[in-house]
């Protein structure tokens, strides 16, 4: 009896310590590590990666604890994320304030919404982008919690 009662105790410590991470222990403002940056080896040019790392002194993400973020990079896009495992999810719904659908009645859009992953690290003080888009067009590099 005894024994079982203290692997119960340990499965349930085990479990609390790897599988911890949700939207409200998210929750904060992450910004955008400018040293942690690396460009695509196709694209580097100069001054290009330079630039790209001045931009990204201004990119920040805010995850809520009820679910939605925002991101501000060039332009500002919000939406709903979830979290599975080691792996945050965001859907943009808007993109510089207009819904997916109005953006996409505009004369000549090309609105290509696709969801942005990010794997969590340290336990959600870090967030490493890993779509393939993203870091084929964009370059690698990490959000980090304020």
Wanted: overall charge positive.
């Amino acid at each position: 009896m005894k024994a079982a009662l203290i692997v119960s105790v340990l499965a349930v410590a085990l479990v609390g310590c790897n599988g911890g991470t949700s939207a409200s222990s998210l929750a904060g403002t992450y910004a955008a590590d400018p040293s942690s940056f690396k460009m695509p080896a196709d694209s580097k040019s100069s001054g290009m990666e330079g630039m790209a790392k001045m931009m990204m002194e201004s990119m920040k993400l805010e995850l809520k604890a009820d679910g939605t973020f925002n991101l501000n990079m060039i332009f500002e896009m919000s939406g709903k994320f979830t979290v599975n495992g080691n792996t945050i999810k965001l859907t943009p719904d808007k993109i510089m304030g207009q819904s997916i659908e109005e953006l996409k009645k505009q004369p000549g859009a090309k609105v290509n919404q696709s969801d942005l992953e990010m794997e969590i690290l340290e336990g959600g003080k870090k967030l490493k982008p890993i779509s393939k888009n993203a870091t084929k067009d964009v370059g690698e590099f990490i959000f980090v919690k304020k």
